[in-house]
């Protein structure tokens, strides 16, 4: 059985800082791309990061680059979103998926992704 669970999530304040670990079990993730989506109030679903399945390539939306950091441990089935210098606009429940399509890239694209989890909630504070 897969599970796919995210922790991490809090209120923090503007400029605040927050990691995101997402754990997985039921999977081998040497054969899976990892990606974080994100969807706030009155929102759609957006892709924040991914990393290939190596953890040699990863992709970032415009909103995270520079602020956010994904990264990956194969060998504890763990997969982190580092959070800086957050804004109220970052304020959504976020989710970790799996994707098997993908070797040596990854893809922001939800519809790709297999597995997910349940989400975690961030709240930032103006």
């Known amino acids: 059985q897969v599970q796919v669970a995210e922790s991490g999530g809090s209120l923090v304040q503007r400029g605040g800082t927050l990691t995101l670990s997402c754990t997985v079990s039921?999977?081998?993730?040497?054969?899976?791309?990892m990606g974080w989506f994100r969807q706030g109030p009155g929102k759609e679903r957006e892709g924040v990061s991914c990393?290939?399945?190596?953890?040699?390539?990863?992709n970032y939306a415009d909103s995270a680059k520079g602020r956010f950091t994904i990264s990956r441990d194969n060998a504890k089935s763990t997969v982190n979103l580092r959070l800086n210098n957050l804004e109220p606009e970052d304020t959504a429940m976020y989710y970790c998926?799996?994707?098997?399509?993908?070797?040596?890239?990854?893809?922001?694209?939800?519809?790709?992704?297999?597995?997910w989890g349940q989400g975690t909630q961030v709240t930032v504070s103006s």
């Open positions: 998926a799996a994707d098997h399509f993908f070797a040596n890239d990854c893809s922001l694209s939800g519809m790709l992704y297999e597995y």
């Open positions: 039921g999977l081998d993730l040497d054969n899976y791309a």
């Open positions: 990393i290939s399945r190596s953890g040699g390539r990863s």
